[in-house]
């Protein structure tokens, strides 16, 4: 059995220590991954929320990204109640929201431009 010196001893207290438990914060964020497959769902919408804490929690991303991603979720939260409010009723049982009115649009007859 081979004696540690006290060289090699001060190293390994001076190693970083590996945190198996946790992957490397070199990884992607976890969020992006989940962004990036699309947030079609209340539920894909939380995962990717829940993502993000993590990922803030972690520091695999800025506070400003973190800033900007939930500024635009709570864009696509207010599309969503919109589009359940005031949406008309589309092909199938989906409702539809329409933004901009062409030439002739589906809720009134003629559009203005």
Excluded: W, Y
Excluded at 51 to 72: F, H, K, W, Y
Excluded at 77 to 98: D, H, S, T, W
């Amino acid at each position: 059995m081979a004696t540690l010196t006290k060289i090699e001893t001060q190293k390994a207290k001076e190693a970083p220590k590996k945190d198996l438990g946790s992957p490397a914060k070199s990884d992607q964020p976890r969020s992006i991954a989940i962004a990036q497959e699309g947030i079609r769902t209340a539920s894909d919408f939380a995962k990717m929320m829940a993502a993000l804490m993590s990922d803030l929690a972690e520091s695999r991303i800025t506070p400003q990204v973190g800033n900007a991603i939930v500024n635009a979720g709570g864009k696509l939260l207010k599309v969503a109640e919109m589009q359940a409010r005031f949406g008309v009723q589309g092909k199938g049982a989906e409702r539809e929201l329409i933004l901009v009115g062409g030439k002739t649009d589906e809720v009134g007859g003629e559009g203005k431009r």
